[in-house]
């Protein structure tokens, strides 16, 4: 079982990024899939994530209207895409799978990861 995430990079403040996470062997469309990101110094959040039935989404409010999370289950594969990005939101971004038993909306759900992918808004 492995998630396999890419897309990370340096951006000016204002850019944007689009992450991508590719599982193999799970099917990404049976569980809740999640972005969560860490910074130096600071606990690691939930920022986004994507119910493994309805498609439904939830962000954090410092990450609403800016990102979007969405999911091709052909591809199998988890998409983050980032929007007026701000220098705060530099941190290692890792996506995960939680089971569908639990809620989406809450980062201890996500107990299968892929590696992180580095994510630095500077100008």
């Known amino acids: 079982v492995q998630l396999q995430a890419s897309g990370g990079g340096l951006v000016q403040p204002g850019g944007s990024l689009r992450l991508s996470c590719v599982g193999s062997?799970?099917?990404?469309?049976?569980?809740?899939m999640g972005w969560l990101r860490q910074a130096p110094g600071k606990e690691r959040e939930l920022v986004a994530a994507i119910h493994w039935r309805n498609g439904n989404t939830f962000y954090i409010d410092s990450v609403k209207g800016r990102f979007t999370i969405s999911r091709d289950d052909a591809k199998n594969t988890v998409y983050l895409r980032m929007d007026s990005l701000k220098p705060e939101d530099t941190a290692v971004y890792s996506c995960?799978?939680?089971?569908?038993?639990?809620?989406?909306?809450?980062?201890?759900?996500?107990?299968?990861w892929g590696q992180g992918t580095q994510v630095t808004v500077s100008s």
């Open positions: 062997g799970l099917t990404i469309g049976a569980y809740h």
């Open positions: 995960a799978a939680g089971p569908n038993r639990y809620y989406y909306t809450t980062g201890g759900t996500y107990d299968v």
